[in-house]
Nanobody, 120 residues
């Protein structure tokens, strides 16, 4: 199995930037797609961005052009560079990973989250 640990959350002003990191450990070779999700106060968890092992990315419309997801396979780490942050981006951000050997739909592993707060 895979363990995911997020870091890099914090408090920033609107218009600022923040970089989140997610370190993966365990059976790394079984991970293909990884991504970031977020849950804002009073809202359900939503997809932010995903990236495949081959580098193909997908973004939510709300963050497209502002956020960039990337991964360093040598370090078993996925990143989320967040620029031009808005108060609406305030949420707990979760790292997730899909196990290529698990047939269940959706992500199979989840981190515990890191809080991002954007002040107006």
């Amino acid at each position: 199995q895979v363990q995911l640990v997020e870091s890099g959350g914090g408090l920033v002003q609107a218009g600022g930037s923040l970089r989140l990191s997610c370190a993966a450990s365990g059976i790394i070779f079984r991970v293909n797609r990884m991504g970031w999700y977020r849950q804002a106060p009073g809202k359900q968890r939503e997809l932010v961005a995903t990236i495949t092992s081959g580098g193909s990315t997908n973004y939510a419309d709300s963050v497209k052009g502002r956020f960039t997801i990337s991964r360093n396979n040598a370090k078993n780490t996925v990143y989320l560079q967040m620029n031009s942050l808005k108060p609406e981006d305030t949420a707990v951000y979760y790292c997730a990973a899909d196990d290529r050997w698990v047939t269940a739909e959706g992500m199979d592993y989840w981190g515990k989250g890191t809080l991002v707060t954007v002040s107006s």
